[in-house]
Nanobody, 127 residues
């Protein structure tokens, strides 16, 4: 089994920055694709960053491109999401996700493609 635990959420003013962490434990040796998703009240879960460990391929939707960066420290089994120039519309619960399959993100980030999920961490951006 795999456990994912997010941390680093909080409240910040617009224009500020936050770094989220996702610590993986358990059987983590085959986790190839990692993703960050967010879910705002009344909205569907949205993928905001994806990373494939083998080729280092990353994916970002236009809504966060240039502002968010996903990175991974394999030695620490931790994935990060660096968020800069935050906007009020970035307010949501952010989830870390992982899967052993190789993903190319050709169709974006689909939450149905990921097998393992963290419990989420709240990010609130005030105007």
């Amino acid at each position: 089994q795999v456990q994912l635990v997010e941390s680093g959420g909080g409240s910040v003013q617009a224009g500020g920055s936050l770094r989220l962490s996702c610590a993986a434990s358990g059987y983590t040796g085959n986790l190839t694709s990692m993703g960050w998703f967010r879910e705002a009240p009344g909205k569907e879960r949205e993928g905001v960053a994806g990373r494939q460990a083998i080729g280092g391929i990353t994916y970002y939707p236009d809504s966060v491109k240039g502002r968010f960066t996903i990175s991974q420290d394999s030695a620490k089994n931790t994935v990060y999401l660096e968020m800069n120039s935050l906007k009020p519309e970035d307010t949501a619960v952010y989830y870390c996700a992982a899967d052993p399959r190789i993903m190319w993100f050709l169709g974006g980030l689909n939450p149905l493609d990921f097998s393992y999920w963290g419990q989420g961490t709240q990010v609130t951006v005030s105007a």
